[in-house]
Nanobody
Framework: QVQLVESGGGLVQAGGSLRLSCAAS????????MGWFRQALGKERVFVAA????????YYADSVKGRFTISRDNAKNTVSLQMNSLKPEDTALYYC?????????????????WGQGTQVTVSS
C-alpha cells in the first residue's frame, strides 16, 4: 500500500505559477506510475498528467500541455506538478494518485491509491 499527501495549493492570479507536491509513504513508490487529476466544483474528476515509474515517460491532458510539467523523485518518494501560465479554468481540487501496473492511464478508475487533494484557485 501507499499513502499520498498533496501540498502546494493556494490562490494565484491568472498567469501565475504554482508547484504541487505529493509525498508518498512506503518503500515501493518506484513501482507505481503516478498521476495528477483535478475536480472543479460540480464537475467530474478529470485527468491532468501522468508519469511512468522511472520518470522517463509522461503524458498530459491537452488542456495543460505546454503549461504543466509532471516530475518525480523516487529517492524522496515525491511527485510534483509544476503549473505555469495558470488560467481561471485551472481552478480545482488537485489529487495525486498511484497506479500499480505502471501504465499511464487517463481514467481515474485504474488508479489504486489517492491523496486527499489540494485546492488551487486562479483568480482573473
Amino acid at each position: 500500500q501507499v499513502q499520498l499527501v498533496e501540498s502546494g495549493g493556494g490562490l494565484v492570479q491568472a498567469g501565475g505559477s504554482l508547484r504541487l507536491s505529493c509525498a508518498a509513504s512506503g518503500r515501493t513508490f518506484s513501482t507505481y506510475a503516478m498521476g495528477w487529476f483535478r475536480q472543479a466544483l460540480g464537475k467530474e474528476r478529470v485527468f491532468v498528467a501522468a508519469i511512468s515509474r522511472s520518470g522517463g515517460s509522461t503524458y498530459y491532458a491537452d488542456s495543460v500541455k505546454g503549461r504543466f510539467t509532471i516530475s518525480r523523485d523516487n529517492a524522496k518518494n515525491t511527485v510534483s506538478l509544476q503549473m505555469n501560465s495558470l488560467k481561471p479554468e485551472d481552478t480545482a481540487l488537485y489529487y495525486c494518485a498511484a497506479e500499480s501496473f505502471g501504465r499511464l492511464w487517463t481514467e481515474s478508475k485504474y488508479y489504486n491509491y489517492w491523496g486527499q487533494g489540494t485546492q488551487v484557485t486562479v483568480s482573473s
